[in-house]
């Protein structure tokens, strides 16, 4: 029962839910072990890009332990603590690249997580579902604000009001997955873009994230000129530099993340 981090040489992190016996369900301290996880993602120079994925092949993750979670009746002061335990989809701002590898049920918690992540390698078997509104709830932590964002309305509305699950290949119709893979190849395709990213400039990755990402809540005028202006700082990092002269000397760029 565990919230695990591992760090490649690449600059490859894999956060990984280890909580099998409970579908990788949330509860208060893995919650907490898993915003900690995401700091570290966030802090550690050395990380270029992240995977999250669940323990086994059953699960990515369930959402909250209802058990846990929703039963307890928290302090209304609780409800001002905004800046506690930071999550990739309640507040904390992570520009390097998140992909998700999803092995088995995305229910719930594990969807507005999924909202979270940039790119989406689900397994054969894996189904989604915002099944809140079947238990009396809402899908918190994102789950209303983000559904429209990242799902045609229609979709988005039927995701979000029936509870339903969807499959793998259905997710993918509707955009809301990169890819679906055999279970057996799913960390692999993974790794795979996680090695392609990684290889780029981290500077140039994590900018090209941040404004996309805010591109979403800008105007387009506002947009242009604040992508005008970090191109401008961009140009002046030693991997900006690094970068034609390794396409002149016809090798691989050694960036540095400077």
Known sequence: MSIDFDLSPEGIA????????A?????????????????????????????VTGAGDKSFCAG?????????????????????DQLLNRGLEVWKPVIAAVNGYCLGGGVTMLY??????????????????KRGII????GTQRTLKQLPYCLGMEF????DRIDAETALSWGLINKVVPQAELMDAAMDYAARIAANAPLAVQAAKELAVRSLDMDLVTGLR?????????????????????????????????
Do not use: C
């Not at 894999?14 to 016996?21: A, D, K, Q």
């Not at 979000?160 to 509870?163: I, M, N």
């Open 116 to 133: 979270g992540t940039d790119l989406r390698v689900a397994a054969e078997g894996a189904s989604f579902g915002l099944s809140e509104v």
């Open 160 to 163: 979000l009001l029936t509870g």
């Open 226 to 258: 604040m992508e005008a202006m970090v191109s401008r700082t961009l140009r002046e990092t030693e991997d900006a530099k690094e970068g034609p002269r390794a396409f002149r000397a016809k090798r691989t760029p050694e960036f540095k993340g400077r």
């Open 23 to 51: 579908m990788n369900a949330l509860d208060a301290d893995h919650y907490k072990a898993l915003s900690d996880a995401w700091i570290e993602v966030r802090d550690n120079r050395d990380v270029r890009v992240a995977i």
């Open 14 to 21: 894999t956060v990984t839910i280890n909580r099998p016996e």
């Open 64 to 84: 909250a332990d209802l058990k846990s979670v929703v039963t307890v009746q928290p302090d209304w002061a609780d409800n001002w603590l905004t800046q506690r």
């Open 139 to 142: 899908a918190a932590n994102g």
